[in-house]
């Protein structure tokens, strides 16, 4: 990742994302990042990091499609799949998609859910960004990689903005490497 575009990502990440105690629940730290999306020049510097992964040292794209888990993940994945001008495909909650679907559950910190992925997203053998805004206990990312799988294509690279390191995550994603721009 190119190094200036990372130190200004890290710095609007520093500035602009916000804890909400116990939401959704009580004892949950939420990490707000609606400052940063409302911050033109701190969403464009992390979406130029985040964009940086998918490119190889001379800026060509090493990736066919960039991923993002409903919700937040949809809104950083889809303009860096602009940036790199490759695909998107969104992973959705249960019942969200109209046609033919894999669908993984998967548990949360919090909770349980249900993902979904069209079944013809990807052409086999496709490499695949994922992005996400938090990388907690792992059980998202590691759930979208697994439908990703199914379609025959591969997760070369999950990106966080920010990797809660004490729920240990990364563990979960075996050898998908992750790119986490900070660590709370």
Same mark, same amino acid.
């Given at each position: 990742?190119?190094?200036?575009?990372?130190?200004?990502?890290?710095?609007?990440?520093?500035?602009?994302?916000?804890?909400?105690?116990?939401?959704?629940?009580?004892?949950?730290?939420?990490?707000?990042? @609606?400052? /940063?999306?409302?911050?033109?020049?701190? *969403?464009?510097?992390?979406?130029?990091? &985040?964009?940086?992964?998918?490119?190889? #040292?001379?800026?060509?794209?090493?990736?066919?499609?960039?991923?993002?888990?409903?919700?937040?993940?949809?809104?950083?994945?889809?303009?860096?799949?602009v940036e790199l001008g490759v695909g998107f495909v969104p992973v959705r909650k249960a019942g969200k998609l109209p046609h033919e679907t894999h669908r993984v559950a998967y548990a949360?910190?919090?909770?349980? @859910?249900? /993902?979904?992925?069209?079944?013809?997203? *990807?052409?086999?053998?496709?490499?695949? &960004?994922?992005?996400?805004?938090?990388? #907690?206990?792992?059980?998202?990312?590691?759930?979208?990689?697994?439908?990703?799988?199914?379609?025959?294509?591969?997760?070369?690279?999950?990106?966080?903005?920010?990797?809660?390191?004490?729920?240990?995550?990364?563990a979960v994603l075996g050898d998908v490497p992750v790119e986490v721009l900070a660590t709370v």
């Open positions: 990742m190119a190094t200036q575009a990372r130190d200004r990502a890290v710095e609007a990440l520093t500035r602009l994302v916000r804890d909400i105690p116990d939401f959704p629940e009580p004892g949950i730290v939420f990490k707000d990042i @609606a400052p /940063l999306l409302a911050d033109g020049a701190g *969403f464009a510097a992390v979406i130029s990091a &985040l964009a940086d992964l998918g490119r190889d #040292a001379d800026g060509r794209p090493v990736v066919d499609k960039v991923v993002g888990m409903e919700a937040r993940g949809f809104i950083l994945a889809a303009p860096v799949a949360l910190e919090y909770g349980e @859910a249900v /993902l979904e992925l069209h079944q013809d997203a *990807f052409t086999p053998g496709e490499r695949v &960004l994922v992005i996400d805004d938090v990388l #907690a206990t792992g059980g998202t990312a590691r759930a979208t990689c697994e439908l990703i799988a199914r379609c025959g294509a591969r997760a070369v690279t999950f990106a966080v903005l920010m990797e809660l390191g004490f729920l240990s995550g990364r």
